[in-house]
């Protein structure tokens, strides 16, 4: 199946005219409506502007104006991977332990 990635939101906190944080939102699906294994998850990032991991330093809000600039706020190979393990953990579930009632414990040593 084919796993889709959409921003779906952008809310920036303004302070002084500059972008002081960003709230990003991004939509995870994976294959489409209708099919049996469809799903989707929403994560979402909050990036304070002097965050070194992805700091992006004093700008206008009119300075964002490029769907890469709110990728970049976004830990995208870390929520690759969650969503990744979460579509495998709902359509492929691990096989749970069987109990074996009959283990007879060693006699001491």
């Known amino acids: 199946m084919a796993v889709t990635k959409k921003v779906t939101s ?3 906190s303004i302070s ?18 209708g099919d049996e294994q469809y799903y989707t998850y929403d994560y979402f990032n909050n990036v304070p502007y002097w965050d070194i991991t ?9 300075d964002w104006n490029t769907q890469s600039q709110l ?6 190979s870390t ?5 990744e393990a979460q ?12 109990p074996d009632p009959s ?3 060693p006699p001491e040593d």
């Open 54 to 62: 992805f700091g992006f330093g004093l700008s206008a809000e009119s």
């Open 87 to 98: 579509v495998q953990y709902i359509f492929n579930p691990p096989i749970k332990p069987v």
């Open 16 to 33: 002084g005219g500059k972008v002081v944080e960003w709230e990003v939102g991004m939509t995870y699906t994976n294959g489409v409506s």
């Open 10 to 12: 952008a809310v920036p």
């Open 71 to 76: 990728l970049a706020l976004c830990p995208v």
């Open 79 to 83: 929520w690759d991977e969650k969503f």
């Open 103 to 105: 283990y007879v414990i």
